[in-house]
């Protein structure tokens, strides 16, 4: 069955870096645009970053651009999410998503604190 497990989350000063991982099972992962998202508490979920099929295309957020880098591993079939000079505002549970017309997957979701 499909799957999307993302990794990789935890606690981390202000400053910090993080690299999560979503790794998919079950579909076409080559076919398939990849992002992702983070909702803070009493929030709603938000669009982080987003990687096409081919892994050639990336667009981010403003709040994220030049600190977040977004890539995929046709091999290994997973996608990352480099986080770099953290701040507090980016804790969140983070969620990769899988898209492909009018068929999207969800991951569970991995926590991320950013804190002192």
């Known amino acids: 069955q499909v799957q999307l497990v993302e990794s990789g989350g935890g606690l981390v000063q202000p400053g910090g870096s993080l690299r999560l991982s979503c790794a998919a099972s079950?579909?076409?992962?080559?076919?398939?645009?990849m992002s992702w998202y983070r909702q803070a508490p009493g929030k709603e979920r938000e669009l982080v970053a987003t990687?096409?099929?081919?892994?050639?295309?990336?667009t981010y957020e403003d709040p994220v651009k030049g600190r977040f880098t977004i890539s995929r591993d046709a091999a290994k079939n997973t996608v990352y999410l480099q986080m770099n000079s953290l701040k507090p505002e980016d804790t969140a549970v983070y969620y990769c998503?899988?898209?492909?017309?009018?068929?999207?997957?969800w991951g569970q979701g991995t926590q991320v604190t950013v804190s002192s």
């Open positions: 990687i096409n099929n081919s892994g050639r295309s990336t």
């Open positions: 998503k899988a898209v492909r017309g009018s068929f999207e997957f």
């Open positions: 079950g579909f076409i992962f080559s076919h398939y645009r």
